[in-house]
């Protein structure tokens, strides 16, 4: 079994809510001033994808900002990233298995959008929503434009505030040195440098911890540090700049 990499600091994992609420706040505030600062977009589609437990409605947000600046914005599918029924995950096998059931769909609709509009959508992901985009892109990297992550959880997922928590929800009573962990840790490897990678990750970030959320160094990465809470990356006003400013043309 591997080192078990450092979780959040845990007075950024407690000041999560509050954090993120100032961050909303500011948002809202300034979402005019924000709109018209950023660079424009050039009316390709922008897939968004939600974090564990949300849907596309919980991107709400992003993808009006991403509107309002020039992008079409298609709903992913996603009605709720939620594991359930055969796909409920008590063991890290599980969640890889749910991750992949999960890209499946998310490459069926980067389909559908390429044939319906002849334009490769970009693809934005919010933590898990994150890995579904990475993971996405190297299976149909010829369909998409580029990707950019927000807050993901790359690494081994003992590094996550919320292991032990979703350990207990879950009911696993399965022992952690008894789990492959080599499925799920593979899925963060990039196979091709034909699709640009924007990694934006904070070290202020109450549930991913600093040690896994950055993937390996790549020709095709860039790695960008921003001041955000977990929960504020979908509603954050630097991290909303800095996606705008990686989806622009010439970029």
Same mark, same amino acid.
């Given at each position: 079994?591997?080192?078990?990499?450092?979780?959040? @600091?845990?007075?950024?994992?407690?000041?999560?809510?509050? /954090?993120?609420? #100032? @961050?909303?706040?500011?948002?809202?505030?300034? #979402? /005019?001033?924000?709109?018209?600062?950023?660079?424009?977009?050039?009316?390709?589609?922008?897939?968004?994808?939600?974090?564990?437990?949300?849907?596309?409605?919980?991107?709400?947000?992003?993808?009006?900002?991403?509107?309002?600046?020039?992008?079409?914005?298609?709903?992913?599918?996603?009605?709720?990233?939620?594991?359930?029924?055969?796909?409920? +995950?008590? /063991?890290?096998?599980?969640?890889?298995?749910?991750?992949?059931?999960?890209?499946?769909?998310?490459?069926? /609709? +980067?389909?559908?959008?390429? *044939?319906?509009?002849?334009?490769?959508?970009?693809?934005?992901?919010?933590?898990?929503?994150?890995?579904?985009?990475?993971?996405?892109?190297?299976?149909?990297?010829?369909?998409?434009?580029?990707? +950019?992550?927000?807050?993901?959880? #790359?690494?081994?997922?003992?590094?996550?505030?919320?292991?032990?928590?979703?350990?207990?929800?879950?009911?696993?009573?399965?022992?952690?040195?008894?789990?492959?962990?080599?499925?799920?840790?593979?899925?963060?490897?990039?196979?091709?440098?034909?699709?640009?990678?924007?990694?934006?990750?904070?070290?202020?970030?109450?549930?991913?911890?600093?040690?896994?959320?950055?993937?390996?160094?790549?020709?095709?990465?860039?790695?960008?540090?921003?001041?955000?809470?977990?929960?504020? #990356?979908?509603?954050? *006003?630097?991290?909303? @700049?800095? +996606?705008?400013?990686?989806?622009?043309?010439?970029?």
């Amino acid at each position: 079994m591997s080192i078990v990499p450092q979780r959040p @600091e845990l007075h950024h994992t407690l000041t999560e809510l509050p /954090r993120a609420s #100032f @961050e909303a706040a500011r948002l809202a505030i300034g #979402f /005019r001033k924000l709109v018209a600062g950023v660079p424009q977009g050039d009316g390709r589609p922008v897939l968004v994808l939600p974090s564990y437990g949300l849907g596309d409605y919980g991107m709400t947000p992003l993808r009006s900002f991403l509107g309002q600046i020039g992008y079409e914005t298609p709903l992913s599918g996603i009605d709720l990233n939620l594991d359930r029924g055969d796909l409920r +995950i008590r /063991r890290i096998e599980d969640a890889a298995r749910f991750r992949s059931s999960q890209v499946e769909g998310v490459v069926a /609709r +980067i389909e559908e959008i390429h *044939s319906e509009t002849g334009k490769k959508p970009s693809l934005v992901g919010w933590s898990m929503g994150g890995l579904f985009a990475l993971d996405a892109s190297q299976l149909v990297p010829s369909l998409v434009s580029d990707v +950019i992550t927000l807050g993901s959880p #790359f690494g081994d997922p003992r590094g996550t505030a919320m292991w032990n928590f979703m350990r207990w929800l879950s009911g696993s009573e399965v022992p952690v040195d008894q789990q492959d962990f080599t499925p799920w840790l593979n899925g963060a490897s990039l196979k091709t440098a034909a699709v640009p990678v924007t990694v934006l990750y904070s070290e202020m970030d109450g549930i991913v911890g600093k040690e896994i959320a950055r993937v390996e160094e790549h020709v095709a990465v860039r790695h960008q540090l921003v001041t955000s809470s977990h929960l504020g #990356f979908a509603m954050n *006003s630097e991290v909303f @700049e800095m +996606i705008a400013r990686a989806l622009a043309p010439n970029s």
